[in-house]
């Protein structure tokens, strides 16, 4: 079984048609005051939010920063990030993709009972979510078990056999679906697809590359089913 070092980040995106998020009521003053109070965040204002599951947007959003939500029902939750766009609210926490329910019904209720102020007139129900979530997890295969023997071969006559008997050869995962017949459009931070569409599997930074078992893991996936995944992940290669 994978072991759970950190759940470094989660994030969701709710979706939303054209026209369906009120920015223009969303960027009131008390309708920003009365959201920056009710999660204390540090930092709060109009700005272009950075890419998360798309492009970035070309349209002046919401972006408020470093909150926490405390309530007498659960544990602190710790936000990181909340944006507003014209067709998406994303919300990323410092631990599990579950704690972001927390966090998306306090919001609508503090928007429902704001004077003149409208749930379902300023953010209804989303039309879809998304998820992503990046993970610090130890796992009982070692990194080169995820490519294929040869390329590690062809990678050791490249570099010359001298060089190879004393270096590690140290892979890593990087990939995204995309349907067949597009043209791919890339996905780093800043590309079309938005890096919260990434998948990423590698050994985590600043960890011994022997034996090489302690990895980062960034996926679009909630953290229960990132989890999941990488335990089959795992017994399949282990099994191989």
Known sequence: MAEVNAIIAAWRGYEYPPDRIRLQTLMLP????AIRDTFQ???????????TFGPPPQEVGLVFQLGVLSEDSGPDISIRDLYFE????????G???????R????????????PGVGKASVLPEPQAERDFSELNIRLRIPIQSLVAPQL???????????AARQDVFVPAIHAVFVKEAASYLGDFPGGQIGPQNVWTLSL???????PGQEFYSAAPLASDAHVAFLNKLESAIASS
């Open 30 to 33: 008390a309708v920003m005051a």
């Open 152 to 162: 590690v071969e062809a990678s050791r006559e490249a570099v010359g056999e001298a």
């Open 95 to 101: 631990g599990p993709s579950s704690a972001i329910d």
């Open 103 to 114: 966090v998306w019904s306090k919001l609508r209720q503090v928007l429902a009972q704001l």
């Open 41 to 51: 965040f540090r930092g709060s204002g109009l700005g272009l939010p950075p890419a």
């Open 86 to 93: 014209p067709r998406r609210v994303a919300i990323c926490v």
């Open 204 to 210: 985590r930074a600043g960890t011994m590359v022997s």
